[in-house]
């Protein structure tokens, strides 16, 4: 390509600093090193993390360096690729990872995580393997969100976090595969291994929730109770499989006791797809005792929460997953072809499509929980 090798200038959303609006900048993305890759970003969801860091950064989410760019659940193509890359090619379409796969390392080669450090610390640090960004605007460096930024036409990111994707996948939905879905489909399928007719409870109906409200209706559980405090949610929940959705605000009394009388005792499963310990809790005191699993989805990289220990001395058991417990590079290829086969839905997540210039329009409509989510396009200006 005639870009290969050169720095290329393009449109990208830079936070400058916390708690303000992003602005549209022309940035420089500079050409991939050893073992990265350069993605033409086609499309890219707005997830509730990009918002939390945005807005609440320092409180539920430690503290990234400012400038940055955020955006993690994208899709594109490969424009070039840096030294040593074997694995990818101009063309290939792609989606870009916050979570690596190296394939080789302890955590890559055991069946029982999905948690491969490889960049670890320098991806959360915004910056890739080397310590630096690719990403600058106006002489300045601008830090890398989780290693990706996808609010970027151009980005480039280490070539173990990224999937190569069948070339007929439609790139403005198998975005929503690099977060938000993914999370929450493997919430229910693999970390809490919901069975068949077994009771589910779904905490927080966003696109996380909704998509665990999937994989629990996939794995066909009997009962999927949707929890959630705006309404608005229940429609698309019941389109999801939910087969009761129920609303704190209604009941005096706590949200957990209220799931437990509805199912003579409590569920089978709980996913909690909010990101807060208060609702953690209840999630995990919805619960049967003996054996009610309560899977954490939701984020918060600073709060603790505190559980009544009997409740695990019953029989219970919690757990957190990162990515919905998915081989990242290995399994999201896999995920996609599930999306063309029809077993698993994205296009009904998507509640608005934006240009990159309405990205703020995006945040307003995901707080204002109008949306489920919001895929920017991003050659579109
Ligand atoms: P979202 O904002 O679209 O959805 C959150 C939902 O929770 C909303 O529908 C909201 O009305 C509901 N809610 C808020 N307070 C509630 C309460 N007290 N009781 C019941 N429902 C309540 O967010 P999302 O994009 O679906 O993300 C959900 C969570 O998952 C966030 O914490 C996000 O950071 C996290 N997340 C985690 C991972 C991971 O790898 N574990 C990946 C993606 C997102
Ligand atoms: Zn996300
Ligand atoms: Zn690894």
Redesign the pocket.
């Known amino acids: 390509m005639a870009t290969d090798g050169k720095v290329i200038t393009c449109k990208a959303a830079v936070a400058w600093e916390p708690g303000k609006p992003l602005s549209i900048e022309e940035v420089e993305v500079a050409p991939p090193k050893a073992h990265e890759v350069r993605i033409k970003v086609v499309a890219t969801g707005v997830?509730?993390?990009d918002?939390?860091y945005l807005f609440e950064t320092g409180k539920g989410m430690k503290f990234r360096p400012f400038p940055l760019v955020l955006g993690h659940e994208a899709a594109g193509i490969v424009e070039s690729i840096g030294p040593e890359v074997t694995r990818f090619s101009p063309g290939d379409k792609v989606i870009p990872l916050f979570?690596p796969y190296c394939g080789e390392c302890e955590r890559c080669l055991s069946p029982k995580t999905n948690h491969c450090k490889k960049n670890w610390t320098n991806m959360q640090a915004g910056v890739l393997a080397d310590g630096t960004s690719r990403i600058s605007c106006k002489g300045q460096q601008v830090y890398q969100f989780l290693g990706v930024s996808s609010f970027s036409q151009y980005t480039v990111v280490p070539d173990t976090s990224v999937a190569k994707i069948r070339s007929d996948a439609p790139l403005d939905k198998v975005c929503l595969l690099g977060?938000?879905v993914s999370?929450?489909y493997g919430?229910a399928i693999n970390a809490g291994k919901v069975e068949k007719d077994s009771s589910c409870a779904v905490?927080?109906?966003?696109?996380?929730?909704l998509a665990a409200v999937m994989g629990c209706k996939v794995a066909t559980a009997r009962r999927i109770i949707g929890?959630?405090?705006?309404r608005d949610?229940f429609e698309k929940a019941r389109q999801f499989g939910a087969t009761d959705c129920i609303n704190?605000r209604d009941y005096s009394k706590p949200?957990q006791e209220v799931v437990v009388e509805m199912t003579g005792g409590g569920v089978d499963y709980a996913l909690e797809?909010?990101?807060?310990p208060?609702?953690m809790n209840a999630a995990l005191e919805s619960t049967r005792d003996a054996w009610g699993t309560c899977v954490i989805?939701?984020?918060?990289e600073t709060e603790t929460m505190s559980i009544s220990v009997e409740k695990l001395l019953m029989g219970r058991t919690l757990k957190?997953?990162?990515?919905?417990g998915w081989k990242s590079v290995k399994d999201v290829p896999k995920l996609v072809d599930d999306y063309m086969n029809h077993k698993l839905k994205l296009d009904e997540f998507i509640t608005e499509k934006l240009p990159l210039v309405q990205i703020n329009k995006a945040f307003d409509l995901?707080k204002s929980?109008k949306s489920?989510r919001t895929v920017i396009s991003l050659q579109d200006s």
Do not use: Q, R
């Not at 905490?203 to 929730?209: I, P, S």
């Not at 797809?273 to 807060?276: A, F, P, R």
């Not at 989805?297 to 918060?300: H, I, Y």
């Open positions: 997830c509730h993390t918002w939390e979570l977060c938000g999370t929450g919430a905490f927080g109906l966003g696109a996380v929730g929890v959630d405090i705006n949610k704190p949200i797809c909010v990101g807060s208060a609702i989805a939701g984020w918060t957190g997953t990162y990515f919905g995901l929980g489920i």
